[in-house]
Nanobody, 125 residues
Framework: QVQLVESGGGLVQAGGSLRLSCAASGRIFSNYAVGWFRQAPGKEREFVAANRWRGSSSFYTYYADSVKGRFTISRDNAKNTVYLQMNSLKPEDTAVYFC???????????????WGKGTLVTVSS
């Protein structure tokens, strides 16, 4: 089983920044899309950001409208790690953030094959 471990969550004031990390077992990034999802109390888990390689040279990045211009997803293949740089954080960003991976064509909550256990991000107003 592919294992994903998130880290970097914490408490931050509105307008601040955090960087989340997702460390993956094995070398999966050449075949898997890897992304971030989040779940706030009482709400459904929602898509945040993802990226994937398609073919040998094409790299695609996807963002939810709610985080465009504020969050940046990136990969460090040497470390087998995916990052989520979160800037200009808002109280509504408060949630448990999950790393997830899939080899499928669809990147949605119900389509991801592997999940980490999450890291809590709390943004104070």
């Amino acid at each position: 089983q592919v294992q994903l471990v998130e880290s970097g969550g914490g408490l931050v004031q509105a307008g601040g920044s955090l960087r989340l990390s997702c460390a993956a077992s094995g070398r999966i990034f050449s075949n898997y899309a890897v992304g971030w999802f989040r779940q706030a109390p009482g709400k459904e888990r929602e898509f945040v950001a993802a990226n994937r390689w398609r073919g040998s040279s094409s790299f695609y990045t996807y963002y939810a409208d709610s985080v465009k211009g504020r969050f940046t997803i990136s990969r460090d293949n040497a470390k087998n790690t995916v990052y989520l740089q979160m800037n200009s954080l808002k109280p509504e960003d408060t949630a448990v953030y999950f790393c997830a991976a899939t080899r499928g064509d669809r990147i949605q909550t119900t389509d991801m094959e592997y999940w980490g256990k999450g890291t809590l991000v709390t943004v104070s107003s």
